[in-house]
């Protein structure tokens, strides 16, 4: 988000490049930086407690795993994922409500 942060600055006057990143936020309650075990979250963790302080929303850090999405690339797809068979109807949020 700094990135596009940045990009805001320099397209629309700060008062405005701000208005719009809470604007496309602001459903938001949280920044969460979801630990792995891969590599060195410093930067990471910078990175989201400035966005989680520019947005004024809560920053946490989660103790995660790569499970779900080497499941998700590699399967098996099991009770964790709806899938829908190849020529089945096609799926509609309605269906969801």
Known sequence: MVTYCFWALLTYDP??????????????????????GLGDLRSYRSYAQQNAELLGIHYEELKGSLSYFQKLLWGPWDEDFLVSERGGRALALEMFL
């Open 15 to 36: 008062e405005t490049a701000i208005w719009i990143l809470k604007e496309e936020m602001r459903h938001y309650a949280r920044i969460a930086l979801i630990d792995t």
